[in-house]
C-alpha cells in the first residue's frame, strides 16, 4: 500500500509550507528519520525527517511550491512494491483532502475560554478586503460566537470590520476596538500602496518566512500600543570583568564569554526581579509568566528568526553561552525545530555588532517587551571628580505593551539591568 509523505506542521503558527528543496530523489530507498526535505515555513527553513520507510516512488511537489498542512508531498512504496493502477486518483484524493474549506464550511471557532487556555493569541496582520459583495449583497461574515454575541450587544456592523484572526475571521478584539453602531462602526478598507519601478528594477518574490514576518510586524505595530524607553549604560566594568573571565578561562581551554551572554543574563535577572515586565496580554487579562523565556534574535540570510532559551532563570552564565552558541549554530543550517521558538516571554535584539548606537524595536507579539542592545562606544564622560576622561557606554532600550507594562515597571527594568551590567559580578551569585 502506498504511503504519502505530507506536509507537516512545523509550528504552531503554520497553515501551509514551502517545499524549499528535496534532498532525496525518485528512486531512493529511504529510511523512517532521514532528511529528505527543506521545508520553508513561517519562522524558519527547516529539514524534513521521513515518518516512513521505502523508496520514494514519485514526486508530487516540486521545489518552489507552497501547499497547506497535509498535502501530499511525495509517494514512498515498499521495496518491489508495483505502484497501483489509481495512484493518481488516490492523489487527488489526497489533495482535496488537505484543500482549506471554503469559507462556508468552516467549523466556528473555539470558545474564547478555549483559546485563552491555549495561550496569549497572537495578533494576525490585518486582511483589508471588503465585506461587501457587488450589488450590494452582504457577503457571509466569519466571526467567532462570542465575537458575535458581543457585536449584538454593542451594536456593532459585522460586515464592516475587518477581522485579524485566522482567514481573516472576526475576533472578540475586533469588536471590543471598533466603535458602537451600524453605519458608524463601518471600517473603511486600506487600499494597498504599490511601488512604482522601471524595466532595470528587480522584483523579487517573498518567502513565506519574509511574507510572515510582514504579517506579524504590521499586526505588532498597528494593534499594540508601544512605548519606548531608553537607558545609557557605563560599560566599563562590564568589558573589564569580561576580559579577565575570558582570560582565566581560556587558560584551562574553557568557554570564551560574548558581550551578549552577559546582556542576556541581566535580562533574565532583571525579568526575575521586576516580573510584570514577563507577561502577555490575552484579551481581557494579562498572562503573568512563571519562567522566563528567553527569545534572541538571530539574523538570517531570508530575515530573522527568535528562538528560545526556555526556562532561562534556572541557567548559569556558563549555560546561556552555550544555549546561544548551540540556537546560531542550528539557525545558520537551518536544524532549527519547532520547540526551539516555542515559549517565549520577552526578546533581546542586539545590533551593536552592526555598528548601531541606539534603535527601537518592535514587539515579538504576543510579549510585552523586547530590549533593544546598541554598541558599546569610546566617549568622553565627566567622572564623579567633574574631570572629563575616557569612558565606554552603551544604550539600552525597551519597547513595551502598554496595555501590559506602565512606564514606571519598565524604568525599574531598566534600571536593573543597568544595576547588573555595571556590577557584572553580580550575575553570577
Do not use: C
Not at 509523505?5 to 504552531?12: F, N
Not at 472576526?170 to 471598533?178: C, G, L
Not at 532563570?313 to 539557525?331: F, R
Amino acid at each position: 500500500m502506498p504511503k504519502f509523505i505530507e506536509m507537516p506542521k512545523l509550528s504552531d503558527t503554520m497553515t501551509e509550507g514551502t517545499l524549499a528543496k528535496w534532498t532525496v530523489k525518485e528512486g531512493d530507498k529511504i529510511a523512517v528519520g532521514k532528511a529528505i526535505a527543506d521545508i520553508e515555513t513561517d519562522k524558519a527553513t527547516m529539514e524534513y525527517a521521513s515518518p516512513f520507510e521505502g523508496v520514494l516512488h514519485k514526486v508530487i511537489v516540486q521545489a518552489g511550491q507552497k501547499v497547506p498542512l497535509n498535502a501530499p508531498l511525495a509517494v514512498l512504496l515498499e521495496d518491489d512494491e508495483a505502484a497501483p493502477a489509481n495512484l493518481d486518483e488516490l492523489i487527488a484524493k489526497a489533495q482535496a483532502a488537505a484543500a482549506p474549506a471554503p469559507a462556508a464550511e468552516k467549523k466556528p471557532a473555539a470558545s474564547a475560554t478555549k483559546a485563552s487556555a491555549a495561550g496569549p493569541r497572537l495578533p494576525q496582520a490585518p486582511q483589508h478586503k471588503s465585506r461587501a459583495a457587488a450589488g450590494g449583497a452582504a457577503l457571509r461574515v466569519k466571526a467567532s460566537p462570542l465575537a458575535k454575541k458581543i457585536a449584538a450587544e454593542r451594536g456593532v456592523d459585522l460586515n464592516s470590520l475587518v477581522g485579524t484572526g485566522p482567514g481573516g475571521r472576526v475576533v472578540r478584539a475586533d469588536v471590543e476596538n471598533a466603535p458602537a453602531g451600524g453605519a458608524g462602526a463601518r471600517v473603511a478598507a486600506t487600499p494597498a500602496i504599490r511601488p512604482t519601478f522601471g524595466p532595470e528594477d528587480e522584483r523579487v518574490a517573498t518567502s513565506t518566512m519574509r511574507n510572515i514576518i510582514a504579517e506579524r510586524l504590521l499586526a505588532s505595530k498597528t494593534q499594540i500600543p508601544h512605548f519606548y524607553l531608553q537607558m545609557e549604560v557605563d560599560a566599563g566594568p562590564l568589558m573589564e570583568f569580561r576580559a579577565h573571565l575570558n582570560a582565566t578561562s581560556e587558560k584551562t581551554g574553557g568557554n570564551k564569554y560574548t558581550v551578549n551572554d552577559f546582556i542576556l543574563k541581566s535580562v533574565i535577572r532583571a525579568a526575575q526581579a521586576q516580573p510584570a515586565i514577563n507577561a502577555a496580554w490575552d484579551g481581557d487579562a494579562i498572562v503573568k509568566f512563571k519562567s522566563v523565556g528567553l527569545s534572541v534574535a538571530i539574523a538570517i540570510d531570508d530575515g530573522l528568526v527568535t528562538p528560545v532559551i526556555k526556562q532561562a532563570e534556572k541557567k548559569t552564565l556558563l549555560e546561556i553561552s552555550q544555549s546561544v552558541k548551540d540556537l546560531a549554530g542550528k539557525a545558520k543550517n537551518k536544524k532549527l525545530s519547532p520547540d526551539d521558538f516555542a515559549g517565549g516571554t520577552i526578546t533581546v535584539s542586539n545590533l551593536g555588532a552592526y555598528g548601531i548606537d541606539q534603535f527601537a524595536a518592535i514587539i515579538n507579539p504576543p510579549q510585552a517587551a523586547i530590549v533593544a542592545i546598541g554598541s558599546i562606544r569610546n566617549v568622553p564622560v565627566v567622572n564623579d571628580k567633574g574631570q572629563i576622561v575616557a569612558g565606554q557606554r552603551m544604550w539600552v532600550g525597551l519597547s513595551g505593551d502598554h496595555r501590559v507594562v506602565d512606564g514606571a515597571v519598565a524604568a525599574t527594568f531598566l534600571a536593573e539591568m543597568r544595576k547588573l551590567l555595571e556590577n557584572p559580578a553580580l550575575m553570577l551569585v
